[in-house]
């Protein structure tokens, strides 16, 4: 069988193409560095995908309201009515007789005998005479009973107890009426085992001797969310209330009739005081959800209540004169005529079920639906309000906004049965459509009805005795919805009517459309319900903005909670009414198609919903969705069987339906760029769709919610998580088995050459997306096996014992968030943490729990994690143990599982193993030294090469180190990892600081002894030093430097403290590397960092320091050895440069101190003064810039000594002017000495220079 639209191709015959593209995604994907995280952005990226899924589903089908309120359309009659049975809106599932032992009690001919339904404690009664039995329809056959009272029994509701007035065991009460009178039983239930894996209800009756006579017999009891209790008078239509208190008082007996129509309320409603019998109250409803209650009248009036006070009512609003609003809005209509407009139920539709849309639905005998809200502000009808509403504040009038025409198509049910032959024309066809059914029916004598969720069925007498017919409606999605229809929806094979009075053309929204049949059941109908269900969508609370499907798209729901069914009791059992869903449908075809090969209901099936929508229902069947079994009240999490053969046709629709992904290149004009976009494939679409709707219980809720202890407790219950999980795992077994489902067939894609660029896009795009949803899937069932296992060890407990800031983060994190965020993994770790403490805290091993956790939950405790907490276990042995050769083994063995497990060590972490290292190295009691001492090491190993160890692991691919060695420059992404190293050598320090201080702090024997401290740290140093790290070399150098330990470090010379000293130079580290030189025997090393040093204009060193630095430059040169290195030629020339360098550096000197009174002058004289301390000149700067201007002709000379300069013309007039100041104003005697003593120490200084001091021969 092969199932192929135009644009679908074969199913591929293997695997191994796509087994091959995942591998080629895989490997561009970057490897998990620095430690193995999750990769976020692509779980984001997933989670992003399932976000717009469920926006999708909160967008495709319109809320009810929107639909009955279109501008315009007053009313509407459009149905589509199928004749073959697989797509008929609900299915009889079964029929529970009435149970054989009530008919004893049927022992006369004069019998009275009633009965209704009561879904909330899962029980009929039945009334015969005086005896009133409960019947548990869940067991079939078990009956309670109630004979405590004489009169005949006519009526019996189920309403809520006043808080306080009863036990707590009761929660129910049991309205008993009577001709005569009313009285309360209380009622307890409590669910227990039953059969096949199932939870039953079990009652208890209490007596409340809680009863009142009365001379009207009561019936159409309700009750209140707060707990009272109001009926009507059969024979007089009045409104009563059964007021009850806990005991008698002053005011009021305990127990007590109150008539609202008549007596002390007469003032405040004169209308009620009325007795004609046409305007007397036929029925009560209650509207829990709006606090408030509605009365219908035989004259079809209907009025709204609100409870005011503790006895009392508030009339709020009377609607009348319906007949003619309903003409209003569909004139013209033959549905509506004086003789069947007559109203038989109310329906309350709460506010969930659509937002600001109608309040109340009333329908008629012949199924004519009238809808009231208070928002259709388009309509301008005013009703007669029979004495005007009560003052109710801002409280807005109800009003009739849509009327809804009854189906004039409808089939017989005899017609029903007859679906039409296969071989009719289906989508495509070109046939004509099947003949006018034979047998039309008219809906004219409905009596009972029920309605739920936009769900409606009403039974009317069939044309037999014995048997009713059973007016089934709802909404037809593949009309109403935006599901991505290619020709919309499709109608072929279907009788559809539809009529609009006013309609507008030019409307946006589409109006409502539904589904109807008639469906005959055995019996006469007594009463029907809504089927209690459980439901994952409202097991959990989520933040208001979580996108919400309307209740009406069940495409939504039906992956995560059961079909919606109805109960209808009948004189003859119970007979059950199944929602048939879409789901349901498809299946349906799927099995036809196995019986009969037609595939044309399939394609069929696919136009009308939707390619995506299809390919995640097939995935649903294919996978055996918990919720595949239709009418089935089974406990949730059940996965159901699908035989191989219905999952293959499942697989081979999901690929053949599913088409192929396409690629949309968008070119950016005015450049050669060009992007594009994937239009992903009803493959990937359907999976996405069916994950979304799978998690939607879950994803947006808050993991935990507040207790009533105070501590926070599960926000989703159990049995939902589980449910979720089955599902979720279901589906990725599936795909696993089967990942072809996800790749082309080889004929349209066999390989990158063969195909187009925009294909390979396309295909590349589509394969990408399905790998981050998988991995989404994978890391999602995990995350659900996770929060079980906290919940199994008291999740409250465990977030309590947590940091405050982590408790914050845990209470506000949503699943979604523990699957994909930063902050999840964060808040499982801690929470895994404090598991572990707990288990080593009770001295338990860790390897059960680890071992869960790597079954279960694997990317929530990785092996490294595991290997962390056995570490850690292990510590804890050491600590423990007397025995030192033990205390070593275990001390050896952590060392070893946190270096094997340090890719996920945090830095506060590592912090505290290495505090814990360090701790133990006070070993105390232990008399033989040499186990001591090696366990000692272990502890000095794990203290400082642990974090080393991290240090490398923090920066695999040596970023950090790059960017120190790079002169950690600014706005780097590498400064990252150079922080991380940062602080693993912080770790290392104070490593080495704690046993420096130890030692430092010991008293030093004169032998060794066990706990050396002095030995302990010795080898902390040798480990340190040991390292190849240069970068950690060059943190320790520095630590050390600034400890005053810098003449140890440069005795020791470890091998990258000269590179250090290199590094980033300042003054201090170009003294210590002077002296590294030295004493490494390298002195002409050591005069090229002097003289370097001295040459700087990077440090603010004074003229004294340079020319000390010049001193010793060539003091070290002249140390060199002649044979060393063979430099020796160059070292000469080195030297004579140092000494011509600092010849000319003492002349500045001289300068300096002869300027020196001009240093404080203002101005550029004293700007310049201060230039000559802080910098080297040359010597015809100095000439230039200070020796002429400042006038200094000794110096002048001293310049020309050292310069070797010969310029008889200079020097000269600088003689002579020597001359004229030695003899100005002097005698001639004295003129000589004077002369004399001036010249012969210059010429001392300068002979026999030529240029200073030229002597004539």
Known sequence: MVLQPASSSAYPPSSSSFANAMSVVKATQLPLKPIPTLDLPALQSASRVIQEQLVKDAQAVPELGDMLTIPGVASSASYTVFPDDYRVPFQKRRLIGIPEGLFQYYNTTSVTSHMGLMPEIERVWISIDNNLFLWDYLEGEELSSFTDQPDVITHVALVKPKPGVFIDEITSLLVICTPISVLLLGVSTASVPAPNNKIRKEIKLYATDMSVSSDVEMTSVIGTSD???????LQDGNLYELHYQEKEGWFGKRVQLINHSVGGVQSLIPRLTASKAEDRIVSLVSDFARSCFYTLTANNTISVYKTNGDKSVQHVQTLSNLYKAAQDKAPGSPAITPNTFMIVALHVIEPSNSQNGPHLMAITTNGLRLFFSTSGSNF????????????????????????????????????????????????????????????????KGLENSCYEAGL?????????????????????????????????????????????????????????????????????????????????????????????????????????????????LTNVGLTFLAKRRALDYLRDVIEEFQVEGNAQPLIQFRDSFGRDQTCAMLLAIASGNTFLEMGELSNLGTISTVSPDLAAVAKQAFYDFGERPMWSERVTYGTSDTAGTATFSGRREGFALYFARLVRPLWKARLTKSGPLGLQEPNVPDDVLVTVQKNLYALKELLDKNPHLFHSAPSDYTGARSATAAEQEAWKAEQSSVIQLLNLLGRTIEAISFVLLLTDHRLGELIAQCDLSVQKTITGLTFEQLVTSQDGIAASRALVNVVINQQIGQQISVDTISEVLQQRCGSFCSTDDVLLYKAKENVRKAVETPNPAER??????????????ARILDLEKLR?????????????????????????????????????????????????????????????????????????????????????????????????TSDDPETVRSHAYELAFASEDEMLHSTLYDWLIQRGLADELLEMRPPYLEAHLRREPDVQKYQLLWQFYVKDGQPLRAAEVLGALADSTDFDLSLDTRVEYLTLAVGNAKSHPVSAGGRHETAIAFLTDLEEKLEVAQVQLEIYNAVLPHSRDSGEVGAKVQLLSKTLFNITEL????????????????????????????????????????????????????????????????????SAFPVRE
């Open 888 to 901: 070593q083994k275990w001390l050896g063995e952590s060392l070893r599982l946190f270096i094997k497990g």
């Open 380 to 443: 301008n009808y005013s009703y007669g309000f029979g004495g005007g509403p009560s003052t109710s504040g801002t409280q807005r009038p109800l009003q009739l906004v849509h009327v809804r025409l009854p189906p004039p198509n409808l089939l017989h049910p005899d017609e029903q049965s007859s679906p039409f032959p296969a071989s009719l024309p289906g989508y495509g066809g070109a046939h004509p459509p099947p003949d006018q059914p034979s047998r039309a029916y008219v809906v």
């Open 227 to 233: 707990g009272r209790i109001f009926m009507c008078g």
């Open 912 to 1008: 505290e193993i290495c505090g814990d290292y360090q701790h133990l190295n006070y070993a105390k009691g232990i008399h033989d030294f040499f186990p001591v001492l090696f366990e000692l090491m272990d502890s000095v190993i794990g203290a400082v090469e642990l974090p080393l160890y991290c240090a490398q692991i923090m920066d695999t691919d040596g970023q950090g180190q790059e960017y120190w060695a790079a002169g950690l420059p600014a706005n780097d992404p590498r400064a990252e990892f150079w922080q991380r190293r940062s602080h693993c050598y912080e770790l290392v320090l104070d490593s080495l600081s704690v046993f420096e201080e130890r030692a430092n702090a010991a008293k030093q024997p004169s032998t060794p």
């Open 1183 to 1250: 000439y230039q810039l200070y020796a002429e201007p400042f006038d200094l002709p000794v110096l002048k000379l001293l310049i020309f000594h050292v310069s070797g300069h010969r310029d008889e013309n200079l020097v000269r007039p600088i003689w002579n002017r020597i001359f004229e100041e030695a003899l100005e104003d002097t005698e001639p005697k004295v003129g000589a000495d004077r002369l004399m003593s001036k010249i012969i120490p210059l010429g001392q200084r300068f002979y026999p220079s030529e």
């Open 456 to 568: 409606a069925v009403a039974a009317q007498p069939g044309d037999t005795d014995g048997t009713d017919y059973i007016l089934c409606l709802s909404p037809d999605l593949s009309r109403i919805g935006s599901f991505g229809q290619l020709n919309g929806p499709q109608t072929q094979q279907a009788q559809a009517y539809a009529t609009a009075y006013g309609a507008n053309a030019g409307s946006g929204r589409p109006p409502l459309t539904e589904q109807a049949a008639l469906l005959a059941i055995p019996g006469r109908t007594w009463a029907m319900a809504p089927v209690p269900r459980p439901s994952l969508a409202a097991a959990a609370s989520t933040p208001s903005d979580t996108p919400t499907p309307p209740v009406m798209n069940e495409l939504a729901t039906q992956f995560c909670e059961p079909s919606r069914q109805f109960m209808i």
